[in-house]
């Protein structure tokens, strides 16, 4: 039983997809395959029966198929659940990863299912370009594509572009370019090095993809560029700002990817056999200023941190999702983290975002991490556009 008399929540598998680079590798895969692909992975991982599943939470921002209104059920059916397991599809933006899993331990802790695959899942390239108002078209009317990804980059509400909240952050936080040029260098070039060592080996579910010569297993992320210098960095525009920090090369990559992880109560574990890897401690979720949206894994640090009656000195992994780097960095500064063990093998800048997927890949990552390195406790966390924070602290078993 967990401090809170709740039951407590163990994963017992984690895996995720290569991301594919924007019209890359996984152009052709839909959101639904890559969940479906990344769910069986992780279940065969922990040796958990599929007809064990009792429920499957599935992330999704972009609802980019014609099939995204069924994704999560037909992700837990094609990954061999069974029809009387329920699905749900959940969209918290770029938390909506680490929000199936919140959905799932409260699912565990509350005694409505006891095997649930929590995950996150995103084309990216497929997202659709759309004609508003086709429906009530008059003679002549000249219509105008709109394309969707893009324009979901905007908050409409506090009408900035996700970029400009980045750079209003590097203003309060005195974040210069050099900087996350410097910090973009460093995420691809931790990436390399984990790359290069078969860190990421444990949580890779590698994917079979259409080839010029015929099918071929894809199975190393497309996006990263560890080859990269702070010469060619340091000489790409700033895009939204003049004189501004963001560029092409030091915000995260646009996309395709999936995660799950497979989550289970105690007596779970012990009727089917399985291997917990981690057990979810704590979770926070915090609403902050849409503005600097990208300052929310603050609070919801310090949330997390507070349900678990743990300290940030407590933790021996730290993961903040890397939107961009200004963005990353006002939070590092803001919260004191230790750059030895925060991103110690790249994020998004090198990995890219696929938005739902991350907060899966995040998880999943500090799950084998811990296992690797034999730490005891991780905390991960993203900001959400609109003005959101979410973290969850992990602790091996």
């Not at 005195?174 to 460093?186: G, H, P, V, W």
């Not at 089917?272 to 915090?286: K, N, T």
């Not at 640090?301 to 200004?326: G, I, W």
């Not at 966390?381 to 992990?394: E, H, K, P, R």
Request: hydrophobic share 40%.
């Amino acid at each position: 039983m967990s401090a809170a008399g709740l039951r407590s929540v163990f994963i017992v598998g984690a895996k995720r997809t290569p991301f594919g680079g924007f019209i890359g590798k996984l152009k052709d895969v839909s959101a639904t395959d890559l969940a479906a692909h990344a769910a069986k992975a992780a279940l065969a991982s922990g040796k958990v029966p599929a007809e064990a599943v009792d429920a499957v939470i599935v992330g999704n921002v972009a609802q980019s198929s014609s099939c995204a209104a069924y994704l999560a059920r037909h992700a837990a059916l094609k990954a061999g659940c069974r029809q009387d397991s329920t699905a749900l599809t959940i969209n918290r933006l770029c938390g909506s990863g680490f929000q199936s899993v919140i959905n799932a331990t409260q699912e565990i802790e509350l005694g409505r299912a006891e095997v649930v695959i929590a995950g996150g899942t995103e084309s990216m390239t497929q997202v659709p370009y759309a004609v508003r108002g086709a429906r009530k078209t008059t003679l002549g009317q000249d219509l105008k594509m709109e394309d969707t990804l893009w324009a979901s980059l905007t908050d409409a509400y506090a009408k900035v572009p996700m970029a400009l909240t980045a750079e209003k952050l590097a203003e309060q936080y005195n974040i210069s370019r050099q900087e996350c040029d410097e910090f973009a260098l460093q995420s691809q070039q931790r990436w390399g090095k984990a790359h290069q060592e078969g860190i990421f080996a444990d949580e890779l579910a590698p994917i079979e993809v259409k080839g010029k010569k015929g099918p071929e297993q894809y199975a190393v992320d497309e996006h990263p560029r560890p080859e990269s210098t702070i010469e060619k960095l340091s000489g790409l525009k700033a895009v939204f700002q003049k004189n501004g920090t963001v560029t092409a090369g030091n915000a995260s990559g646009i996309c395709d990817g999936a995660g799950a992880i497979v989550l289970a109560s105690e007596e779970a574990v012990k009727k089917h056999g399985l291997s917990p890897l981690a057990r979810l401690v704590s979770y926070g979720v915090s609403g902050v200023d849409p503005t600097i949206m990208g300052i929310g894994p603050v609070t919801a640090y310090q949330q997390a941190l507070r349900l678990a009656k743990l300290n940030l000195s407590d933790m021996a992994l730290c993961e903040v999702n890397e939107a961009f780097a200004a963005q990353f960095l006002a939070v590092k500064k803001e919260l004191g983290l230790d750059d030895a063990i925060t991103n110690a093998c790249g994020g998004a800048i090198a990995l890219g975002h696929p938005l739902a997927a991350s907060g899966s890949r995040i998880t999943a990552h500090l799950v084998h991490r811990l296992q690797q390195t034999k730490q005891q406790y991780a905390i991960g966390g993203a900001c959400i556009g609109g003005g959101q924070g979410i973290a969850v602290i992990l602790e091996r078993v």
